[in-house]
């Protein structure tokens, strides 16, 4: 028993952050894909690079925006990037989208 329980323990513990990142992931997803639409369709996507926070329910999200030349066409890549907290560790997620140059 004595070395059961701990196992156990570390598997309900390790099921639980899994669940949890998940989650969060799935809201960082949405998070980082309202933030990149508002960006580009507020004429933002001139500007330099961005970054804040966003709340989905008690959890902030930390987020920033990214753009560099895509190697085809005349485009840019806009990519935003979210970071997240489950128990202590930092997670994080990249959405990106395609820019026409004659936006600016």
Request: no cysteine; glycine share 8%; net charge neutral.
């Amino acid at each position: 028993m004595a070395i059961v329980i701990p196992v156990a323990i570390e598997g309900v513990h390790v099921a639980n952050q899994a669940g949890q990142v998940g989650l969060r992931k799935a809201a960082a997803a949405r998070v980082g894909d309202a933030v990149l639409n508002e960006w580009v369709t507020m004429g933002q996507s001139q500007t330099a690079n961005q970054r804040g926070t966003k709340m989905e329910g008690p959890i902030e999200y930390r987020w920033s925006i990214q753009t560099q030349p895509w190697n085809q066409d005349s485009m840019r890549i806009a990519t935003a990037q979210v970071t997240f907290n489950v128990q202590g560790r930092e997670f994080e997620i990249d959405i990106s989208t395609l820019i026409d140059n004659s936006t600016r």
